[in-house]
Each structure stands twice: as C-alpha cells, then as structure tokens.
C-alpha cells in the first residue's frame, strides 16, 4: 500500500474532445481529501488466492456458472461451447470461466500469479477487501493516486499515449477486435507490474484491467467533490444492476472503440458484471468498515457499455 498525502487536488478535464458527453467528465473541479493507501497494484491471482484459500469464497462467476470472456483469449473449443454476446460478437459468455479459469474452464492462473485477477464482480472485490481490512477507491481517491502528482488529464507520463515513442500501459493495437498486434508485448492482461509506475508509485492505473470503485457510477463531478468514501459505504446491497464506477480502461481498449483509457475517462458497469478484463485495487483508511457481500448471487443485469459487457 502506498500513501497518498491528504490535500487539495484537481480532478476531471476540460477538455470535451476525448471522452463520451454521457460519462460526464467535465468540468474540473477541486477535490480535498484526507491521507489514505492504495494499493500499487491491482490486486493480482495470487493474493485472491490466499483470500479463497484463508475463506473459501466463491465469487459470482462461479456462482452464476459463466463470465465473459474475450474471443482472442480462448480456445476454439471454449468459443464452440459458448455462446457470443448479441450486439459485441468479440465477447463470448462461456461457462466454466472464473478467476481461476480465466478463458474458460480449459484454461487456469497457474502461469498467472503476478497477473490481476479478472473475472470479479464488484461483490467479489469487497469481499477481498473485507479479509483485507480495506475497501475500494471512491473515484475521487482512484484519480487522485492515479494521476501520480501530474497535472495531465488524460496521461501521467505526457501528452500522448505513446509518448517518447514507447509503450507505457497494456492497450489494444491492430484492429479492433479482430487481431491483436500485440506491439505493447501483451495480446491479454500484463503482469501488474510491466510498465513504468506513475509519480506516486502505482503501476498501471491505465490499462491492463478495469478497475471498480466505491461510488456508483457518473456522478456528477461537482456533486462528487462534496462526498467522501463514508457517503457510499452503505450501498454495498443495492440492487444487482446497479451501476457502479470503473476506472482506467484495459487492455482492450483502442482509440476506434472505448476512448476511456485515460486518467479523467470514467466508465460503469453493474455491480455483478465479471469479465476477462476486469478487475481491483484496494484502498485503506484510518478505520474502513465493508459489510460483507449477500452470500447468493441472485439475478443478472443484460450487457452493455463501452467495450465492456457487464451482467
């Protein structure tokens, strides 16, 4: 975990030309927050792991008995027993997948320990950060860490996405969503720690995975900047499509498609969505209390939003 300092900060852009009206990036404003942790890195299969291992939990996925998974990453025998996603045909639904199976219930994480876990819903990520004595970012203390100290909108290593002629998030080149060039080195997620890490030392904020947040989601700015991480610690039990924030694009982002990889982007998905590129980072405060999840998942959302299908 690494401290952000409490303080004054800015959050959001100005500027109209990136992102989506509906997401409601803009203006920016000025946020103040009190000293917490985050997590330098997305919380990786590993240490989800430990906390099956340490509790026993199951997770929606594998409640529901599927998730979403991206065609490129499974195996032509997975896609031929499943089904694709009307409207995202590059998504399919394929029973078996999970965290631990994560393109299918051909495939596992034994070669995958330092790679984010996927395939988590927004229940599952509270239920880590329970054992883990933390919780999830609001969206303001998400964009505060991940800006890193930089007064950039949109990147925290300079004005483009491959500044200086380099690589420095896991996103999708080629054609989207045919082929992957892979040019970045990865077709699927990165190791969590594979790209340079931002001003404050957290690796890969952008791209790599989705990562879900606290609050629900597309607040507006200016009434989000008066609300803390207190304000939406009761809603761990609304309604299973709820849409809760996601923040910091994947690796499945392209600049034809889900624009939505850059620091100010903002993004939702309902609350028991799980996927091949979606995952979490915890924060801590000085006293955080999660309430534990409903132990059955009972219904589904239908997809979709961006490049993400969601339950």
């Known amino acids: 975990m690494i401290k952000i300092p409490g303080g004054t900060y800015q959050i959001g852009t100005n500027d109209r030309t990136k992102g989506f009206f509906q997401d409601n990036e803009t203006p920016k404003v000025t946020v103040t927050v009190p000293d917490f942790e985050i997590g330098a890195t997305t919380v990786t299969n590993t240490e989800f792991a430990a906390f099956v291992a340490a509790t026993g939990y199951k997770t929606d996925a594998e409640r ?24 995202m045909p590059w998504w399919f639904a394929v ?18 320990g330092d790679h ?16 883990a004595q933390a919780t999830l970012p ?49 077709v699927g997620t990165a190791p969590v720690r594979s790209f340079e890490p931002n001003g404050y030392g957290l690796y890969q904020p952008i791209g790599n995975v989705w990562e879900w947040c606290l609050n629900p989601a597309r607040i507006p700015l200016t009434s989000l900047a008066m609300l803390s991480a207190k304000d939406f610690a009761s809603m761990d039990h609304l309604a299973p499509d709820q849409v809760f924030a996601t923040r910091g694009g994947s ?21 028991q969505s799980s996927a091949s590129n979606l995952g979490f980072r915890c924060v801590r405060h000085a006293q955080d209390r999660v309430a534990a999840p409903d ?17």
């Open 64 to 87: 529901f008995g599927d998730s979403f998974v991206f065609h490129l990453l499974a195996s032509p025998e997975t896609l031929t027993a499943s089904r694709p996603v009307p409207g």
């Open 95 to 112: 029973a078996g997948a999970d965290w631990a199976h994560p393109f299918g219930p051909d495939s596992d994480v034994s070669q995958l």
């Open 116 to 131: 984010p876990v996927v395939h988590v819903s927004r229940d599952d990520a509270l239920a880590y950060c329970r054992w």
């Open 138 to 186: 609001t969206e303001v203390e998400w964009e505060v860490a991940a800006r890193g100290g930089s007064t950039n909108d949109h990147w925290y290593w300079g004005d483009s996405l491959t500044a200086g002629d380099q690589f420095h998030c896991n996103t999708f080149q080629g054609d989207f969503p045919n082929t992957n060039s892979a040019a970045d080195g990865f």
């Open 251 to 271: 690796f499945l982002c392209h600049e034809s498609y889900c624009k939505r990889y850059r620091l100010s982007a903002r993004n939702g998905e309902a609350g």
């Open 295 to 311: 132990e059955q998942a009972t219904r589904r959302a239908q997809p979709m939003d961006c490049c993400l299908p969601r339950r």
